[in-house]
């Protein structure tokens, strides 16, 4: 075992943020030890924190948008040598076998994919996140970061950037698509750039006119700010719509914009109870889903592209002392997009 600094929460309450060591594990032959430079800071971190369901293991440190620069390697690792600059993301471990992690979609796997952080691995032991010096994880589940993105503005890809592009992806959206992104948050901003280097023609639907020129810096090709009017303007219009949102919307207006086959993808998840008309999807054989952020090989893919494309998260860089505070600011909606914590602060 490995003592490091981390800062760990004690509770559902955002003030017992506090700094504190923990224990990384020694070496696997497969395993790869990393020194964390950055951390991003996640809506899904502070969900967690939460506790909603009450459930959670406590002391917590979270943390799974991890970047940082390779340490050790064990004894069988091939992919990375010391000195390579690498990120974690969401996940850390999964059986490997199933016909989902065979498939590269590790985050169904039938055994349970194992969470960076928030639940206990195969083993029983509680897993810690990316507010911390060091973390220890299994080789397959490590990504090379492209010399392209600097490490701080490469962490928010790690999830905000795979939960974007991987419903993109998936759906074969590109050159010729209309996409509608709705938000222009932490992952609608991501959104707009991944689907403007994919060729498709942008627009952002949001709450009100204070991003506009921003959206157009991201990419988008228009910006509305959703109302009746809009809605009536614009139906038809898109084939397929990301709802980047964690507020509930009126699910009948935006698939009324959808043409025939449409998607409206989900990838938001603050609504625990949404409505709709069948009659919606039954005018065009639309589709409602929602994605879940996105396994091993596309997530590389993403980050490979990402660099290729200067695709690159609007971040502020925080010190550790300072994450209750971004709690509370990425609440309020007052973060322009994503909190990075500098770990050499902690």
């Known amino acids: ?142 990504f090379k970061i492209p010399d392209e993105l600097g490490l701080a503005e490469a962490s928010p890809l790690l999830c905000a950037g795979v939960t974007t592009y991987s419903p993109l992806k998936k759906w074969n959206v590109g050159k010729g698509s209309r996409v509608a992104v709705v938000g222009l948050g932490g992952l609608g901003h991501i959104a707009v750039q ?29 910006y509305y700010v959703s109302s009746p009017e809009v809605f009536q303007k614009l139906a038809g219009q898109f084939d397929f719509i990301l709802n980047t949102a964690t507020v509930d ?6 698939l009324n914009l959808l043409r025939v086959d449409g998607k409206l993808v989900y990838v938001g ?25 996105g396994g091993v090989p596309v997530t590389q893919e993403m980050l490979d592209f990402a660099g290729k494309h200067g695709i690159k998260p609007k971040i502020e860089i925080i010190d550790p002392s300072y994450v209750p505070t971004a709690y509370q600011r990425v609440i309020n909606s007052d973060v322009h997009y994503r909190f990075v914590i500098d770990i050499s602060k902690l």
């Open 194 to 222: 991944f689907a403007h280097a994919l060729g498709t023609d942008v627009t952002v639907i949001g709450h009100s006119e204070s991003k506009k020129n921003e959206a157009a810096q991201f990419g988008a090709d228009n």
């Open 249 to 254: 919307i009126d699910v009948n207006a935006y």
């Open 1 to 142: 075992m490995t003592e490091v600094k981390a800062l760990e929460v004690l509770g559902s309450d955002y003030g017992t943020f506090t700094e504190t060591t923990i224990d990384r594990r020694d070496l696997r032959k497969d395993d790869v030890l990393i020194d964390i430079k950055y951390c991003g800071i996640c809506h899904s971190d502070i969900s967690m924190v939460d506790d909603p369901f009450g459930n959670n293991i406590f002391p917590m440190v979270p943390g799974h948008e991890i970047t940082g620069v390779v340490a050790k390697i064990g004894s069988e690792v091939t992919k990375y040598k010391v000195g390579d600059r690498v990120g974690v993301g969401c996940f850390v471990d999964s059986c490997g076998k199933c016909e989902y992690c065979l498939s590269g979609r590790e985050q169904f796997c039938k055994q349970g994919v194992v969470s960076v952080f928030t639940g206990r691995d195969y083993q029983g032991n509680i897993n810690y996140g990316g507010y911390s010096q060091q973390i220890v994880v299994k080789e397959h589940f490590v």
């Open 269 to 293: 998840l603050g609504a625990a109870h949404q409505e709709y008309s069948v009659f919606s999807l039954f005018a065009g054989e639309k589709i409602i889903t929602a994605s879940n952020v």
